[in-house]
């Protein structure tokens, strides 16, 4: 069904912008991506973000946990805190310099509550207005090349509940990888263990001497942009385990992509009508013509009886 947003306003107080690094000393390296990861269609930024209830007493050290959970995780995942740098031939690699990942914290004066009422039919659903308020974009973070590999933002709300943000280099990680990272970082609860049995089956289910082709051609071409002329892409992000994303606060109201993307779609693990139920939310662009017709279709379809 489609819903109208409306736009909401207010005020973010934010502390200045933070390096936070590995917690402990992790290798000097450099280490050359795979001829799929340095894709030119992969040669963006791409934004998640979180939004958790009032849990208790320990609300306000939200932030203080994602950052120290955050230094932890760079550890073993080091390279995340290092720099993508181009070499020759436009071949990406990453400088793992543990210069760290950008951590920001803020408090902004509204509520939840308010949030889900303009995210359109009083539930938290992409696209949502006020992304610029809740994932600031830091001045010189926005490159893919010899910029920081993650920006995250903990936006605390005067319900007591909390946002948290997170833009990542999608030459490093896709969906499942970012979704890995989380879990094994914050508080080493949800589906870690899921994430790397979905990788595995992913794994068997493309032969490798298919994935050496598709880089193959990939290198022949130049690493051309995805032709999206007549085609139209559909990401699952369902089973990366966003919506299950425990920070010690129980799972988040949503959880998952942050934008929409024209030519892209995406499908998310919503609630049904506010109650426990799982549903799926399909996160379109259309040109605006294209989507007033669509908007109508989609009423007529949910509107006619059963």
């Given at each position: ?125 992409p696209p949502f207005p006020s992304m610029d308020q809740l994932l600031f974009d830091v001045e010189g973070s926005g490159g893919v090349l010899d910029s920081p ?6 936006t605390r709300l005067l319900c007591g509940g909390f946002v948290f943000a997170v833009r990542v280099n999608h030459t490093m990680c896709d969906a499942i990888g ?42 022949l071409r130049g690493r051309p942009l995805l032709a999206l002329a007549n085609v139209f892409v559909v990401s699952d992000h369902r089973h990366a385990g966003f ?64």
């Amino acid at each position: 069904m489609a819903v109208q947003r409306q736009q909401l306003r207010f005020a973010v107080r934010r502390r200045e912008p933070e390096l936070v690094g590995p917690a402990a000393p992790t290798p000097r390296e450099t280490k050359r991506l795979s001829d799929l990861d340095d894709h030119e269609t992969l040669r963006v930024q791409v934004q998640f973000v979180f939004f958790y209830r009032a849990g208790g007493q320990h609300d306000a050290a939200a932030a203080d946990v994602v950052r120290r959970a955050l230094g932890e995780a760079l550890v073993p995942y080091y390279p995340l805190a290092g720099r993508v740098r181009e070499v020759d031939g436009r071949k990406l690699v990453v400088d793992c310099t543990g210069e760290g990942v950008l951590f920001v914290e803020a408090d902004a004066d509204t509520r939840l509550a308010e949030l889900e009422a303009c995210s359109g039919g009083g539930e938290l659903r992409p696209p949502f207005p006020s992304m610029d308020q809740l994932l600031f974009d830091v001045e010189g973070s926005g490159g893919v090349l010899d910029s920081p590999l993650l920006l995250v933002q903990v936006t605390r709300l005067l319900c007591g509940g909390f946002v948290f943000a997170v833009r990542v280099n999608h030459t490093m990680c896709d969906a499942i990888g970012i979704s890995q990272f989380l879990l094994a970082a914050l508080l080493r609860r949800g589906s870690l263990g899921d994430a790397v049995e979905m990788v595995r089956e992913a794994k068997a289910a493309v032969t490798a001497e298919y994935a050496r082709s598709a880089a193959d051609v990939l290198v022949l071409r130049g690493r051309p942009l995805l032709a999206l002329a007549n085609v139209f892409v559909v990401s699952d992000h369902r089973h990366a385990g966003f919506h299950r994303l425990d920070l010690g606060w129980g799972e988040p109201a949503y959880g998952g992509g942050a934008d929409v993307v024209f030519g892209l779609g995406y499908l998310v693990a919503v609630k049904n009508g506010g109650d426990e139920e799982n549903a799926v939310g399909a996160v379109v662009s259309l040109p605006r013509p294209a989507m007033e017709r669509f908007a109508s279709e989609m009423e007529t379809l949910y509107t006619q009886p059963n």
